[in-house]
């Protein structure tokens, strides 16, 4: 079928290259095909550049126009565009298109984990990631051995598709103030024709918008419509992502943000990357695009801001830690604020080297009883393919053995350590970490 679909175009572009020497206005629909045809010459691999874009949702994902919701606007979809990566002409490329949300085997040692080897969507992948351990340790009815590193190992297919519901619905239903909250999913068909001034990605302009004003009802939803979020070629994190800013509304997300900036992705070289605003948009609702906690009326210099600094207001449900090499030799490493290192659940994304992974505990009286912080541990991982088991490190807070063995050598110990200890102790002030045999690998 995607054969005949493209000869048909093929078809279709010789006849509208003919008219043009006579008119020089072709209609909108052939010109957006064409464009789009332009789009997968720059952006997809080159065994399937053109099969790539007519095909790129299959037919078992894209659902029936007759099972109701909105169909997206021009409007919106302009919105989208330039709220996300800044302007009607730029699109997702190759990585972030086929970017979903996969889990590892079920039933394994990583039966709880998605994989996420890279990319710009895999900030997003880790969010998500850091809501399902949150669901599977401590939000299961089955809570007698469900806060166990070992129940994460029994998680069957169909728990497996249940967390992922619950997590999205988390994100969602935050974004939308616990009011309401919007899925986005793809039909078979266009529902709007946008204009010239438009690069076609053959997906967005497909979009219908289902609206909840209870969150067990987008969970349920979702969790019904599961494969469109997980399936190869499904599109799912954009998918997730279109969700979470029209369950936030364009309005709201304007508010949030207080910089010149207004857009949500950062464009950095072989993929666009999220900025903190989106991350802190998938933690805690808003997208305040600072880490510290409340809303900063006064500069460094003492004199009030012209456009005060918005920061995060509220304690998240996981929470957020951030460590990088670069930024502590320059002296720019920004500090992370209570509400996001202290949250709900003791479960955190981490932010390394500008790389997203997620560190937990089983034990939530981790965050509520100071004794259990003397002493205890806390299980990693990383979402790249090469890690085939949870890392399991016990943190010391009180033995002050990595005070001493920084005292014994000349070299700077943040150039010493592993990267991931440094992060840890961004909260845990000088704990002593080891690594329980498994060889440092971050």
Known sequence: MCVQMEAEIQQILVQVSELQ????????????????KEEEQEEAPPPRRTLQALCSIPRRLAISAELGGMPVTPQLIESLRRILLGGNFRVFDYEWRRAIFHFREPNSELAYALKADGGGAQAIQMVVQARIIKHLLFARQSSSDGRTL??????????????????????????????????????????????LDYKLDTFTERLQLFTFSEKDAITNFILDHIQCFQEEGSHGVILFLYSLICSRTIERLREDLDSPTSYLLHLSPGSSVCRQALLNLLLTGRASPHLFNGTQHFGQDGLPLQHPLQGVLSRSDVGYLRWSREEM??????????????????????????????LFSATRLLLSDWRAEHLFQLYYYSGQSSQTATARLTVDTHSHHWEASSRDGEADPEKRFPSLEMTIRTKWDGAAIDWNGTSPFY
């Open 21 to 36: 020497h006579r008119r020089p206005q072709s209609q909108s629909v052939v010109r957006l095909l064409d464009v789009g």
């Open 150 to 195: 070992h129940s994460l190992t029994e998680v069957g297919r169909r728990e497996q598709d249940r967390a992922l519901a619950a997590a999205l619905s988390d994100s969602l239903w935050l974004a939308g103030q616990e009011v309401s909250a919007t899925v986005t999913l793809v039909t078979e068909d266009y529902c709007v024709t946008p204009h």
């Open 329 to 358: 030799e320059r002296g720019a490493l920004p500090q992370v604020g209570s509400m996001l290192k202290t949250p709900r659940f003791p479960v955190w994304v981490c932010s390394i080297n500008s790389s997203c992974s997620v």
